[in-house]
């Protein structure tokens, strides 16, 4: 038996997703015509042996976290609940607070997974290898060229074992160009090293003087709390993978998430790829349509669109690497690229709305994404173009490498501004 565990984090976090989390929860929001979290869900239901998934966050359960997770159970026929943090937890600080529900049933080892990745998700890989070799935590790995590695989790290992020897968190100096991806298999034994710094946290926070200013005894951060003080113990051990993975971290690399999941749609479900008809529009590489949108036949699409629920595309219109949410509007003769169109919005006729793409190095095949920054010396840096909910856009102006919030109706061109 198993279980997955998928920490879903809460508005408190993913500033840099903003505008597009104001209106649904960032791990609700759509990449490659479903949300975020289904593709999590999808790749642990196919696990032989899955019993239930639970999401653990901070988020209110609202109406559309209540519908996403109803339809998941009739989709998946599996349990998938959310379990509420009472205040943010931390990476690890959830786990050992629903430690009972996890454990009921008696799991041979459960999954962790980041809602904020993009993966292949080899989570079948991940519990061979886990049942060959036994241990606590296993971690998914993947490679990164020695600059980026500095932003995330670095990993040094036994290569002939595949122990983690040494675990460092956003080092300030290259330690290992082996990363770490956010995705884990952990046994149940795996709970007691968070019991144990719960515990140290609560003797630590007797001791504060200003209790105002102690973050709480279940606040646990799994990489630095856990990972950096076991490595090299024997308990911890990586699974290297060379598919597919990036963080969404900004909206630019939600676009980067839809082009990769797009790609893999090839494999894992061609049904949802369009495919070129006559009388239907020209469809260039990999796009996914909703099916209640409407497209004009004129219009050409791809590579790497994504158009949802009750969208219309006019007449001449050309979109490519783009993302336009439900119920936005592109009329006649439009272009739109590295763009995301908001909920609702329009773009009239003849506009134009491009974005500058932040993508890894093609040349580079160990490069990742960049933890882009918005603002260098108080100016807007080119980024791609976000149009927020309800956004309309009259005929004829043009939009580059601008954010455009909610409810904005613009009379003009705009070129690398926040539009408020």
Not at 288 to 293: G, K, L, M, R, V
């Amino acid at each position: 038996m198993l279980k997955a565990v998928i920490l879903i984090g809460g508005p408190q976090k993913g500033t840099r997703f903003r505008p597009l989390s104001f209106e649904v929860p960032k791990p609700l929001f759509p990449v490659a015509g479903v949300p975020m979290i289904q593709h999590h869900i999808e790749a642990c239901a196919q696990v032989p042996g899955m019993q239930e998934i639970l999401l653990i966050g901070f988020y209110q359960p609202d109406e559309a976290l209540t519908q996403f997770l109803e339809a998941a159970q009739q989709e998946f026929n599996l349990p998938v609940r959310y379990l509420q943090e009472f205040a943010p937890l931390g990476t690890g600080g959830g786990l050992y607070h629903f430690r009972d529900q996890i454990l009921a049933g008696a799991p041979e080892a459960f999954f962790v997974l980041n809602a904020d990745v993009c993966s292949d998700f080899p989570l079948s890989a991940m519990l061979d290898a886990h049942r060959r070799q036994r241990h606590p935590f296993l971690l998914l790995g993947t490679t990164a060229n020695r600059t980026q590695s500095l932003n995330y989790g670095c990993i040094v290992e036994n290569p002939q074992t595949h122990e983690v020897l040494h675990y460092v968190e956003k080092p300030s100096t290259f330690i290992s160009d082996i990363i770490n991806c956010g995705i884990y298999l952990f046994s149940p034994e795996a709970l007691k090293p968070l019991r144990d710094v719960f515990q140290r946290n609560q003797q630590d926070g007797q001791l504060e003087e200003s209790p105002g200013s102690w973050p709480g005894a279940g606040t646990i951060r799994l990489e630095q709390d856990v990972f950096s003080a076991l490595a090299g113990q024997g308990q911890i051990y990586v699974h290297l993978t060379d598919g597919i993975w990036s963080q969404i971290k900004s909206a630019g690399s939600a676009l980067y998430a839809s082009r990769l999941y797009l790609g893999r749609y090839q494999i894992t479900h061609p049904e949802r790829l369009a495919r070129h008809t006559p009388g239907g529009p020209r469809i260039r590489g990999n796009v996914y349509i909703h099916p209640t949108a409407k497209v004009a036949p004129s219009a050409v699409l791809g590579p790497n669109v994504s158009i949802g629920k009750g969208v219309t595309i006019g007449e001449g219109v050309r979109l490519r690497e783009s993302i336009v949410l439900h119920g936005a509007t592109l009329q006649e003769h439009t272009c739109v690229l590295h763009s995301i169109v908001g909920w609702g919005s329009t773009v009239g006729r003849w506009s134009r709305v491009e974005g500058t793409p932040n993508d890894p190095n093609p040349n580079d095949p160990r490069a990742r994404m960049d933890s882009e920054s918005l603002f260098k010396d108080g100016k807007l840096l080119p980024a791609i173009t976000i149009l927020g909910c309800r956004v309309r856009i009259p005929a004829e102006v043009l939009i580059l490498n601008s954010i455009v919030l909610p409810h904005k109706e613009l009379s003009r061109s705009f070129t690398n501004q926040i539009i408020l």
